[in-house]
């Protein structure tokens, strides 16, 4: 059974240059390996940072396993609370990694929501989304997050900052990277509306709403998929940023960002590895995610192969 499912992905055009592709192949086997180890982070890290049992202050700062006054019980140190940094970094991930698929699926939804009835309305109201688009594209996605968490966090009374910061988060991430999804199914709704299958779709009397998104949409996933994927990097950046400046999930929920801030404040004490390893750890994900976005871009679309 197995084997015949194998052998289906490798005959498939798309699975045969997957398997082909050794960056492709090592990039999802990083990624997936993150994705797991911080979906079950309580079976797979060493210990439990946030529970008072498993930490002593009289572990702090202990260095890495190799290093001199290193411990075999932490392989890479601990933190100034004594917390064991594999396993903080192994939970921590799971929080970056939820803000950035949650937000990154937000901008998708309405991006593409946007991009695909522009494309097919057109009118007043292409040109009114389309501006909203350019404009928002001049500005940097730091910043448009920037001034959104601004902004929500002056609506949210004081007491609920820390139980809605992820959420906030979610959504400040998400409006600053819908217009790249708006502008890539605008253009391709513009082509698809005039193709025949939808003229036919017209006369046999479906409604706009079974066209754009049952017959149209379909057809323009490919470069959607391609975005979300090169854009869920850029989220988890994002999120690592805000963190890091100290506008993103509270410190009682560390992310790879708030624990990067966090050993920015030793590193020039000597304990480097408190944030070392978890700048180390953040750049390693961002970058299996973005070698496996580059692959699909050359797959889904030859045209656009790099030479």
Not at 20 to 29: F, G, L, P, R
Not at 94 to 112: D, N
Not at 174 to 199: C, D, H, M
Request: charged content about 15%; hydrophobic content about 50%; some cysteine.
């Amino acid at each position: 059974m197995i084997s015949q499912v194998i052998n289906k992905i490798i005959n498939n055009d798309i699975g045969y240059s997957f398997v082909k592709s050794k960056i492709a192949v090592i990039s999802t086997i990083v990624f997936l390996t993150i994705l797991i180890c911080s979906t079950f982070a309580e079976l797979v890290a060493p210990y439990n940072p946030f529970d008072p049992v498993n930490v002593s202050l009289l572990d702090a700062f202990t260095p890495p396993v190799w290093a001199d006054g290193g411990s075999t019980n932490f392989v890479l140190g601990t933190d100034q609370q004594g917390r064991d940094m594999l396993s903080t970094i192994i939970y921590g991930s799971r929080i970056s990694l939820i803000v950035g698929f949650a937000s990154i699926l937000f901008a998708m939804l309405l991006g593409t929501f946007l991009g695909v009835t522009s494309g097919f309305f057109g009118g007043r109201y292409e040109i009114i989304v389309m501006r909203f688009t350019d404009v928002q594209l001049t500005i940097p996605s730091i910043l448009m997050a920037l001034l959104v968490d601004g902004i929500a966090r002056g609506f949210i009374s004081k007491s609920l900052h820390n139980d809605m910061a992820i959420y906030v988060l979610i959504f400040a991430i998400g409006i600053s990277e819908w217009p790249q999804f708006a502008r890539v199914t605008r253009a391709a709704t513009l082509v698809e509306k005039n193709k025949e299958y939808i003229l036919a779709s017209r006369i046999i009397g479906l409604s706009n709403f079974l066209i754009m998104f049952k017959h149209i949409l379909p057809n323009i996933l490919r470069p959607v998929l391609v975005i979300f994927t090169i854009g869920l990097a850029l989220a988890i950046i994002t999120e690592s940023t805000l963190s890091f400046l100290g506008v993103g999930v509270p410190p009682t929920t560390p992310s790879l960002g708030t624990l990067i801030r966090f050993g920015n404040d030793f590193l020039f004490s000597g304990e480097w590895w408190i944030t070392f390893f978890p700048a180390v750890f953040l750049v390693v994900l961002a970058l299996s995610i973005n070698l496996l976005g580059d692959w699909m871009r050359d797959t889904l679309n030859p045209k656009l192969k790099t030479r």
